[in-house]
T-cell receptor, first 115, second 113 residues
Framework: NAGVMQNPRHLVRRRGQEARLRCSPMKGHSHVYWYRQLPEEGLKFMVYLQKENIIDESGMPKERFSAEFPKEGPSILRIQQVVRGDSAAYFCASSPEGLRRNEQFFGPGTRLTVL | TQLLEQSPQFLSIQEGENLTVYCNSS?????LQWYRQEPGEGPVLLVT?????EVKKLKRLTFQFGDARKDSSLHITAAQPGDTGLYLCAGREGSGNTGKLIFGQGTTLQVKP
């Protein structure tokens, strides 16, 4: 059973470009979460999605950031007009329904570098 | 906003020693999880504790959830070099639909052979 998949693992963008980060949850998981880990800081929650719905986006910056989890295909975290401060590791996690919904399983992350 | 404070932030010990990592908050969490993260990788779930006072063991690792569900500890017996890594505690807010985890800042453990 494959774990959470994220791609690309590394992404380099110049200031002003767009970054698209993809996340495929574990098989059978319908809850997806995105977190950001800045250098020397802990993981910070960004957004929580279920299929086609955003449940909680309280951690998302108000501008330039958006997320989706379509009916078919992976979840996408999109950052428009990237700035140097967006450089970080972005992690996706997924969880199943039911009693184990508390447990979030993380992907390997996408390391974004903005030049 | 709920916060989790981990201590110590850094720990360097010799192989065979015991250690305890603490995770404290002034807020109540519905559940708490411990993760281990290695450089360049994502956090790997070690354990989830849900009930106040709960104790779980995973080989040489013992996890405890405080009676009031505000704090937790991770105790490692006879540490091995393979235990080296970043240990993170994470609490789940409330019992509503939001599934977000609040993470501590982590404890970096180095076990020297």
């Amino acid at each position: 059973n494959a774990g959470v998949m994220q791609n690309p693992r590394h992404l380099v963008r110049r200031r002003g470009q767009e970054a698209r980060l993809r996340c495929s949850p574990m098989k059978g998981h319908s809850h997806v979460y995105w977190y950001r880990q800045l250098p020397e800081e802990g993981l910070k929650f960004m957004v929580y999605l279920q299929k086609e719905n955003i449940i909680d986006e309280s951690g998302m910056p108000k501008e330039r950031f958006s997320a989706e989890f379509p009916k078919e295909g992976p979840s996408i975290l999109r950052i428009q007009q990237v700035v140097r401060g967006d450089s970080a590791a972005y992690f996706c996690a997924s969880s199943p329904e039911g009693l184990r919904r508390n447990e979030q399983f993380f992907g390997p992350g996408t390391r974004l570098t903005v030049l | 906003t709920q916060l989790l404070e981990q201590s110590p932030q850094f720990l360097s010990i010799q192989e065979g020693e015991n250690l305890t990592v603490y995770c404290n908050s002034s807020s109540v969490f519905s559940s708490l999880q411990w993760y281990r993260q290695e450089p360049g990788e994502g956090p790997v779930l070690l354990v989830t504790v849900v009930t106040g006072g709960e104790v779980k063991k995973l080989k040489r690792l013992t996890f405890q959830f405080g009676d009031a569900r505000k704090d937790s500890s991770l105790h490692i017996t006879a540490a091995q070099p393979g235990d080296t890594g970043l240990y993170l505690c994470a609490g789940r807010e409330g019992s509503g639909n939001t599934g977000k985890l609040i993470f501590g800042q982590g404890t970096t453990l180095q076990v020297k052979p």
